[in-house]
């Protein structure tokens, strides 16, 4: 039926609304918000300003954000993507990824003499913060998270001998407490907002005074993008996630959908992977995105849909976004002084 969202329309010719098998209409429905947050959009843009301003190469410690395509164009430009400081030569520049580092990554890449540039996420910093606060004030403090998940390995960072990971359901018998008056939980930012209260409930069961967060750790724009696919997902046959296998919240959002109804759900990084058999007997297709995919990768999503008949797409918007973040202020002054427009991953 209607434009595509961003202005591309449809072909008259290529319509073929109806599943002549099922005799009802095909169509998608995109979820919105989708793709990229803030902390994400501030990330890449500080690795291309770094660039601009620096010229190649620039070391960035981990992906700067979960997806293939991102570290991929990046690479291609003269980005080092590198597990640890320890592969950054002595005086090079450095950029710390979205997801956070723990002090002692700071401590390192200082003793190495690394000129550093933080795009930890503001709202990953804003948990780090919590954590220091918490263990100050001699809490035992229960963080909700993915084990091995870089964002997790950052915050517990802040304090090893006070954090705790709860992950799964079992983690929460091991626990151990000096004083259940005294513990908190807090969690990483991409989780799955119903499982994490899940596992809240449990941590209640055994700690009466479990206190909550000031704020919500799960940051708002994974709690958007589940909520948006939470409503299209009861009318979606399928629901297509855009978003990479080492990305939280994308793989949240492939829980969320079959947790909400979707007939059946699938995270991909390109059009290209979606199985011609997913489709069949399909007539509604969800399409969204995690917080770390640039909305070419969706759009290309609609262009492989609409090649085969699902061409009347309809946005299901749930939030509008208005969240921007400045860049890390060692940037800043920089591009004051050499204010240059880098292209853009998106
Ligand atoms: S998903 Fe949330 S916490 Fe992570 S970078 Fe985006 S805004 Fe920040």
Redesign the pocket.
Known sequence: MGPYPGGMTTSPEATDLVDQDAGRTKRVLLAKPRGY????DR?VVTVEKALETYGPPIYVRKEI?HNRHVVDTLSERGVIFVDETDEVPEGALVVFS?HGVSPAVHAEAARRNLRTIDAT????TKVHKEVNRFAREDYDILLIGHEGHEEVEGTAGEAPDRVQLVDKPEDVDKVQVRDPSRVVWLSQ??LSVDETMERVDQLKKRFPDLQAPPSDDI????SNRQQAVKAMAPECDLVIVVGSQNSS?SKRLVEVALQAGAGDAHLVDYASQIDEQWLEGVTTVGVTSG?SVPDVLVMQVLDHLAERGWNHVDEVTTANEKVTFALPRELRKDLDDNPTKPRSVR
């Open positions: 947050c803030a902390g994400v990330a954000v979205a996420c503001p709202l990953v930012t991409t940051c708002y724009a994974t919240n917080a």
